[in-house]
């Protein structure tokens, strides 16, 4: 069958009746990737849900061809968002999909070049406020509530049955669902959207399990884990430097209602676990390195222990091509020699 997008797909179980004028770029379908490097560190069956591959590169469109989709519905013709760069881009692609404007807030200095490209080459108005992600927040909130604009932030209730759907992928692809989930967070939309996809998947008889959520912070940008908001949130993941999220009390009734965890990672356990999937043949952004850093720090506390062989889906939210700059801090840039044969088998060694 052709993959004509999420909400074709998923219709059923998405608020959608046949006059919302669907507008897709044919996000999702992901793949489900067995990772043996830390299938075998952990014992467990490590997968990686690479939401990098979506159009936009992140996991932001399933979200978003919701949103967008029912913004046009209404008959918007102005969508707004804060971000650190993934909503902004993805936000901006299908408002541009739609032929609706896009106006983005976005925190100056601190998102990747690559999304920053992707919201200007779609045309959106960029909009750099000499403050923090929750600043931008703050203010789109307030314009959004007062002028004929829509929020396309997670707090829209349409971005989260979008990024449900990722659950019933996982679902449909191993026959039920994993044991456990990891799962960055930063704004807490997207542990939201899975839970709610397990529990709604199992209430309809299409899985008969449901997993516990694994959450994964920054250690510097951890409100959840600390239970307090912080007010100037610091990690190298710039995607989840985020210090008051949106969906604060949702995340922390996933995490309760499964029984699972929000815990935090260092940056140097980010850009280990980064490192550890490049070395798998996956390039992710480092927020999506957090989850992997999460399960590792897990596995050296013993958690694991009794849990052999259990499925473990690692959601990596966005492609490594994000941020090319993290990508290449300590490595070497490529030093140009001579075209000539000799030279070149000299260096190879051979
Ligand atoms: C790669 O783009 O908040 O916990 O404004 O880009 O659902 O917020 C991005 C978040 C994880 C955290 N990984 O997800 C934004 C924004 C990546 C991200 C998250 C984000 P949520």
Redesign the pocket.
Known sequence: MRWTGIIERYREYLPVNDKTPVVTLYEGNTPLIPIKQLSKITGLQVFIKYEGLNPTG???DRGMTMAISKAKEKGAAMVM??????????AAAYAAAAEMKCFVLIPDGNIAMG?LAQAMVHKAKVIAIKGN?DDAFHLVKGISADYPVELV??LNPFRIEG?KTAAFEICDFLGDAPEFHA???????????YWKGYKEYKSAGKSQALPKMLGFQAAGAAPIVHDRIIEHPETV?T??R?GN?A?WKA?VQARDDSGGLIDAVSDQEILEAYKILAGAGIFV?P??A?PIAGILKLNTQGYFKNHAAQRMVCTV??HGL?DPKTAMQDLAQPVAVPADRQTILKMIGL
Not at 81 to 90: E, H, L, Q, R
Not at 183 to 193: D, K, R, S
């Open positions: 992140s996991f932001k968002c804060a971000s650190t760069g993934n909503t902004s881009a993805s999304k992600f932030n997670s990024q799962i960055p967070v930063g704004n807490a939309g997207n542990i939201t959207a993941a995607a989840i985020i999220p969906s995340a952004e927020a999506s957090a939210t966005g994000k």
